[in-house]
């Protein structure tokens, strides 16, 4: 048998991860396409409703909140258009419940698209290990543990994750970028600082993580069933 290092394991999953590249470039696709739609939500004040008000809790600065912003503005076009005064009106209350009434819609959008993309690491590592049933047999045999093998399988996972939340932070950055050329409502459309790595990381993680289902029963399969 030959010594197994973690060095070892990380080229592994680097390996296998260049295996099946269309159906792990797609799984990264639809990761990055949720942690784009989350990003987009997020960074607009109109996703994830409940987090936003606490993070907002902490700004002593912020006088208004986004969707009064977004009425405030549209409203200022109404008038512009129609020639009438709309503010502090019943469309003006109409268009405050409107948005508000998105904004939960909205938050369970992202949340949705968000866990989808995510759980299609559970597909997409299923298989992948399904077709390596012999391999990690024979890795057995080389002197590689189950749980050496699971932690392999379990990092190409989260390795999953990590691009995915990287082409959606990037897809966001872009898409936001254009979003605020076109569209002049002043809310907080630039992403902050922390948003980004907490993306990143937060999708490595789960991915990681759910990795480590598929990753179990392919790990802990005997070496006769492997071989079979």
Do not use: H
């Not at 502090?88 to 989808?116: H, P, R, T």
């Amino acid at each position: 048998m030959v010594k197994v290092c973690y060095m070892d394991i990380y080229k592994l999953s680097l390996k296998n991860l260049q295996r099946n590249k269309l159906r792990n470039f797609f799984a990264v696709v639809r990761i990055s396409f949720g942690v784009l739609i989350l990003i987009v939500l997020i960074s607009s004040g109109l996703g994830l409703n409940t987090f936003l008000k606490q993070a907002n809790s902490f700004n002593v600065n912020s006088d208004v909140n986004n969707s009064e912003l977004i009425v405030s503005t549209v409203s200022t076009q109404l008038n512009s258009i129609l020639g009438i005064n709309t503010t502090n009106s019943v469309i003006a209350n109409k268009i405050q419940s409107l948005i508000n009434n998105a904004v939960y819609i909205l938050d369970g959008i992202a949340s949705i698209v968000f866990l989808v993309g995510i759980l299609d690491v559970i597909n997409t590592m299923g298989f992948n290990l399904n077709e390596r049933k012999r391999e990690i047999g024979i890795l057995k045999t080389m002197g590689f543990s189950e749980k050496q093998l699971l932690l392999s399988m379990a990092l190409e996972a989260g390795l999953l994750g990590f691009f995915g939340g990287i082409g959606g932070v990037i897809l966001g950055s872009f898409g936001l970028s254009l979003l605020k050329i076109v569209i002049s409502i002043p809310i907080s459309i630039l992403i902050p600082l922390w948003l980004i790595p907490s993306i990143i990381i937060i999708t490595t993680v789960f991915a990681f993580i759910l990795g480590l289902f598929p990753g179990w029963f392919a790990a802990y399969r005997t070496i006769e069933e492997g071989l079979s």
